[in-house]
């Protein structure tokens, strides 16, 4: 159990709307988790071993709240291509690959060496199909000092037959399997249930999941109401839903007695809202990859009045890249599109709202995560901004602004999770 002091400006977020900024303070990790930000180190800390960043920033690790570990290999490609399209030409095949150990070793140890080097502490990964490279995936996050949630990905139709699973029973027998084998067996790496989304997955498939995921007492991830062709389809499938949430949830797979993850819900109308609100359903914001994909523009600030839980999401390789700070970039940029070319009245995003987003919002799927505040588990990431050159004076607010919206991992200088130094 870690013990210490940081010294540096602590930089976090209080609440949806407000950063807040503590200069030349004081961080104490007791035990791992955050015992307090102070002006003056109290006596009963003096004893602790202390590091002082001086001009340096300290903020909240970040929560990748949706991303896919096996599309890290084609990040940037496709990106001309609509999200079916873009899954049957790119995701599709190159998801095939992790069949074999040998690549799956190679591409996932690229995957997870970037991540560690991010500002990203906790992710919610999708894996492949595939038993072996999932596992293997999950022993490499173990390694990395990372804390994530991984899947193992459920698909029995509409996918090529050399990825597919054959059957209802082979799915769910892959998956108890996987379960058993991962469920407990690591302190930072833990499994969740992962039906790709609804066209993947059979009914029956999808009701067998829901026992599986009681039986083990796992979380859920998957996409929700991502692309108006995808959402035409769904309706197709499983017409007795009221909407996509519904479809889920009628599967018993939309949370309420349990955590779940929706990606994306561009298109989320409120009865779709109302659902996740009482199930609390997590919403895991992709803006970048709803923009290449050609999904559109969720209406956050809509969702966070309406008092949904909503995170940050890279979507890798829906997005190009696995920095939550660009993330928060993109967040701001399309919401402002948003307002500006479609809906007057839902406001654009704040740089304060979207730092909020990436960490306290999808911290909270992980539980006392994302903030300093006593007790949160200690997760944080120091900036260097010295290379970021300007003549004026610029407060620590607007050095955290700036370093964030730029966006470059040059800046990251070193990184605590769950109080462990990574580097
Ligand atoms: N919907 C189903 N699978 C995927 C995927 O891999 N990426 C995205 N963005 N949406 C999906
Ligand atoms: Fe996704």
């Known amino acids: 159990m870690a013990n210490f002091v940081l010294k540096g400006h602590i930089c976090q977020s209080l609440d949806e709307r407000h950063l807040g900024i503590r200069e030349n303070h004081y961080l104490v990790c007791l035990e791992n988790r955050c015992a307090g930000v102070y002006p003056i180190l109290p006596t009963k800390y003096r004893g602790l071993p202390m590091t002082d960043y001086g001009d340096r920033l300290i903020i909240p690790g970040m929560t990748d709240l949706h991303l896919h570990a096996p599309q890290f290999s084609f990040r940037g490609l ?8 873009w899954l049957n030409t790119n995701t599709f095949p190159e998801e095939t690959k992790y ?11 690229q995957f997870v060496a970037h991540l ?3 500002e990203t502490t906790r992710a919610c990964i999708f894996a492949t199909v595939h038993v072996p490279a999932t596992q293997l995936l999950m022993e490499l996050m173990e390694q990395s000092g990372l804390v994530s949630y991984v899947g193992k990905v459920n698909m029995n139709r509409n996918a090529p037959l050399y990825l ?9 027998r892959n998956t108890r399997l996987w379960l058993e084998e991962t469920a407990g067996k690591w302190q930072r790496t833990k499994p969740i249930l992962t039906p790709r989304f609804i066209p993947s997955c059979t009914d029956d498939l999808m009701y067998r999941l829901a026992d599986l995921r009681a039986e083990f007492d796992v979380p ?16 197709e499938l499983v017409p007795t839903a009221r909407n996509y949430g519904d479809a ?26 109302e659902y996740m609100r009482q199930n609390g359903v997590f919403i895991a914001h992709s803006p970048e990859s709803n923009m290449n994909l050609a999904s559109g523009v969720a209406p956050i600030k809509k969702f966070l009045d309406y008092g949904l839980k909503v995170g940050l999401a890279t979507d890798v390789a829906g997005g190009s890249q696995e920095s939550m700070f660009r993330a928060m970039t993109h967040a701001i940029q399309a919401s402002k599109l948003r307002w500006r070319l479609q809906d007057q009245s839902v406001a654009p995003l704040t740089f304060d709202m979207v730092f909020y987003l990436a960490t306290r919002g999808g911290g909270a799927f992980f539980g ?8 949160y588990e200690f997760d944080a990431v120091v900036l260097d901004d010295s290379n970021l050159d300007h003549p004026q004076p610029l407060s620590v607010r607007e ?25």
Not at 368 to 375: E, I, L, Q, R
Request: charged fraction near 25%; charge should be negative; proline fraction near 2%.
């Open 220 to 235: 859920v991830q998957s996409h929700l109401s991502e692309n108006y062709s995808e959402i035409a389809w769904v309706k």
């Open 99 to 109: 069949a074999d150990l040998d690549y799956a070793r190679t591409a996932y140890s």
């Open 164 to 172: 597919a699973e054959p059957s209802t029973i082979a799915s769910v």
């Open 78 to 85: 496709g990106m001309d291509m609509e999200l079916l399209d």
């Open 368 to 375: 006392d995560v994302g903030a300093f505040d006593p007790g």
């Open 116 to 118: 560690r080097r991010s």
């Open 248 to 273: 889920y949830r009628k599967f018993g797979l939309f949370g309420g007695d349990h955590r779940c993850i929706m990606a994306h819900c561009v298109h989320s109308d409120t009865l779709e809202m």
């Open 399 to 423: 050095r955290l602004e700036r370093t964030a919206y730029l966006g470059d991992d040059r800046n990251i200088y070193a990184k605590y999770v769950a109080g462990t130094k990574l580097f």
